[in-house]
């Protein structure tokens, strides 16, 4: 068997970077940063980072999520791996993407204007091939909210029909007839009532629900 020379064999450097949804108001919206140096320097990206020596994928996302945004504890899911040529000292790096989702109201960012919400509607151009990143992301999150629990990720733990519904609606960027997606939920089979109602001002109360506790498509991380 002929020898083979490692200098054929490109030694690349590999990444996490990660899409975190949530929603805020009736708007999808993702967490970015502002980098600090090149390349890219000034533009806004996904938080990540290069995998450290023995260091596990998922606790590089996890990882570089926390310091870069003090954000712990999310859902996260692997999405994709993407590959990506860089001139100079960058050169190949494969991009092990992930998403992940929050509750607006649960996320406490850092008083730093460089860490930031955008609405998926008025995002600023992304670093590298962070928009490529994002739109497999949000495809994705479009298509496991049809058929799993997973939209219940950027629910707080009790929650209105309304707010399921304007969550759906963020996601799939556009009105739900009520009637219909009503009976959807209802069908999902994971919901069950708390007996308590959410008042606000002079509107009719409306019944608060939570994720049933062996609701397994997706565990819900609280």
Not at 123 to 151: C, G, Q, W
Request: charged share 25%; glycine share 6%.
């Amino acid at each position: 068997m002929a020898a083979v020379s490692t200098a054929e064999y490109v030694q690349p450097a590999v990444t996490t970077d990660t899409a975190l949804f949530s929603v805020r108001g009736h708007e999808l919206v993702v967490l970015t940063v502002q980098r600090d140096r090149e390349p890219f320097a000034g533009w806004w990206a996904l938080p990540g980072d290069y995998i450290r020596a023995e260091e596990a994928l998922d606790d590089c996302a996890a990882r570089s999520l926390a310091e870069q945004t003090r954000i712990r504890n999310v859902y996260l899911e692997q999405l994709y791996t993407f590959a990506s040529h860089y001139p100079g000292r960058w050169g190949r790096v494969f991009n092990v993407a992930y998403f992940g989702l929050a509750p607006f109201a649960s996320v406490e960012l850092p008083a730093d204007p460089r860490i930031a919400w955008h609405a998926l509607a008025r995002l600023p151009r992304l670093a590298f091939n962070h928009e490529d990143i994002l739109t497999t992301a949000r495809s994705r999150l479009v298509a496991k909210a049809s058929y799993s629990t997973i939209a219940f990720q950027l629910l707080p733990e009790t929650f209105t029909l309304a707010e399921v519904q304007a969550v759906y609606e963020a996601i799939k960027g556009g009105k739900l007839d009520k009637r219909n997606f009503r009976r959807f939920v209802q069908g999902l089979g994971v919901l069950e009532a708390t007996g308590e109602q959410q008042r606000h001002g002079a509107h009719r109360p409306a019944m608060l629900y939570r994720l049933r506790a062996d609701a397994d498509d997706v565990e819900v991380i609280r």
